[in-house]
């Protein structure tokens, strides 16, 4: 996706939808966080499987909003305005990322990590992978759903409009952690 942005499909929104000046380029700055956010997702399946979701929440609930806030201020007070959101959002995302992996990989079993294991089966990998092709296809889905909204009203409202309704969402969004945080058993 964020090929198909980057070599011409941003910039063709740009022409026929958004005229925003430099619409593309946010676009494409903000679908680079995507991967990173993917990854922090199916690590959070992976410490959920091992009865420890503890550092994934941590890192989605914690280090990334406070990190963006903390980049936030930072870059609009320095006068960045909407490219300073787009990059504290990516830039958090990316750090987030790299925090988690650095914890998973160095919380694994290292004596276990030396233990050669027989290499499974074709039949053995694809029954593994098909479990993730659903968790991919529902973190895709949720995600366009979660933002799909304000892309359409994007089209039809004015800018602050859409920016009240953003911060509404964004704020409505809290009343999903306490929910989340009991089905986690930080209840």
């Given at each position: ?9 941003g ?9 925003i000046?430099?619409?593309?380029w946010?676009?494409i700055?903000?679908?680079?966080a995507l ?13 959920r ?39 504290a ?13 650095i ?12 233990v ?11 029954a593994?992978?098909?479990p ?18 304000v892309?359409v009203?994007?089209l039809?409202?004015?800018?602050k409009?859409?920016?009240a ?16 945080a ?6």
């Open positions: 996706l964020v090929l198909i942005l980057a070599f011409g499909g910039r063709w929104l740009n022409i026929h939808f958004y005229r000046p430099g619409f593309d946010l676009l700055a903000t679908f680079v991967p990173f956010q993917t990854d922090i997702t199916i690590l959070g399946g992976i410490y499987g091992q009865f420890n979701p503890l550092p994934q929440l941590a890192v989605s609930f914690y280090v990334l909003p406070f990190l963006r806030l903390a980049l936030l201020v930072v870059l609009l007070t320095l006068g960045y305005g909407l490219i300073g959101v787009v990059v959002t990516t830039a958090a995302t990316g750090v987030s990322f790299l925090l988690l992996n914890h998973y990989f160095l919380s694994q079993d290292n004596v276990a990590r030396k050669a294991e027989p290499r499974p089966s074709w039949r053995t990998t694809a593994l992978i098909e993730s092709l659903w968790m991919a296809v529902g973190i895709f889905f949720y995600g366009s759903i979660r933002t799909i909204d892309v009203l994007g039809l409202r004015t800018r409009e859409i920016g309704y953003g911060a509404t969402s964004t704020i409505a969004q809290f009343v999903q952690f306490f929910p989340q009991l089905s986690q058993t930080l209840g």
